[in-house]
């Protein structure tokens, strides 16, 4: 399942109902894998929040981990084409950050962090010891590859620069994630590794732990979770989502301040409605 406006509800909670669906799911000996944009540090609140053994695929599939943190599959964006998408999109510089998948500090790479942002200094505050400031940015960029090069802000400029990416001539080089929130006017959009999606990662956890697509129900509401939704056996969308998901003709459970995770486990998994 997706984490935000997936599992947690509006108010970025995991509902109580979602936590006993998700714990009695895992007795009865199901798998759970939450499957996010986030990077680890920015999930793992989230998966200590569930009472019961899980795995988590970060940064739009380019990470598995356990919840105590061991990395199964890491597939970094090359040091070199970070760069390029970045000296290639200077009027976006204010909203482009660099992850890297290190222990602590300097996760987070910015040219100059703005804390009161509208959009994202919620973001930067709860995140301050993760973040750093490198000026110019691509300076950042000293052989270590990173895991994304991330845009974040207004629906609107992010739209503008997801275009622009994808009509570089680099733009084999990587792959594009977008989630977007247009209630709340907010996008991010991920440059990663080229093929790194959700639905890829799940696919070769999956083959690891040796279930079968059909055995795999997927819960998202968002853009970035297409790819996840196209490989479950049964894809399930939120009635949060965007309109676009529900329109492919997948269940829809109710929404994610209704406890739709609760729902869609109950009635799929569980067999209770």
Request: glycine share 6%; aromatic share 6%; proline share 4%.
């Amino acid at each position: 399942m997706d984490i935000d406006g997936t599992l947690l509800d509006s108010h970025a909670q995991v509902p109580e109902r979602n936590a006993r669906a998700v714990a009695e799911a895992a007795v009865r000996g199901v798998e759970i894998v939450l499957v996010t944009g986030r990077r680890f540090d920015f999930a793992r609140p989230i998966a200590e929040a569930l009472p019961c053994d899980l795995h988590l695929i970060v940064s739009n599939g380019a990470l598995i981990k356990s919840k105590s943190g061991e990395t199964h599959q890491t597939l970094l964006l090359p040091s070199q084409t970070a760069r390029q998408v970045i000296e290639l999109t200077e009027e976006f510089r204010a909203n482009t950050a660099v992850i890297f998948d290190r222990p602590l500090e300097r996760q987070i790479i910015l040219e100059k962090v703005q804390w009161d942002d509208p959009f994202r200094g919620g973001y930067f505050r709860k995140n301050r010891a993760y973040i750093a400031e490198v000026s110019p940015l691509v300076d950042c960029l000293n052989g270590e590859d990173p895991i994304q090069v991330m845009f974040t802000g207004a629906c609107q400029p992010i739209r503008k620069a997801m275009g622009e990416l994808a009509a570089l001539p680099i733009a084999l080089d990587f792959t594009l994630a977008l989630t977007e929130y247009e209630l709340r006017d907010f996008s991010i959009l991920d440059v990663l590794r080229p093929g790194v999606t959700k639905g890829v990662a799940l696919r070769e956890w999956a083959r690891r732990r040796g279930i079968a697509r059909e055995e795999i129900m997927a819960l998202g509401d968002n853009w970035n979770d297409r790819e996840m939704l196209e490989f479950a056996g049964l894809p399930v969308v939120m009635a949060n989502s965007v309109a676009e998901l529900k329109s492919l003709g997948w269940a829809i459970t109710s929404s994610n301040d209704e406890g739709g995770v609760a729902e869609a486990i109950n009635t799929y998994v569980l067999g209770k409605i």
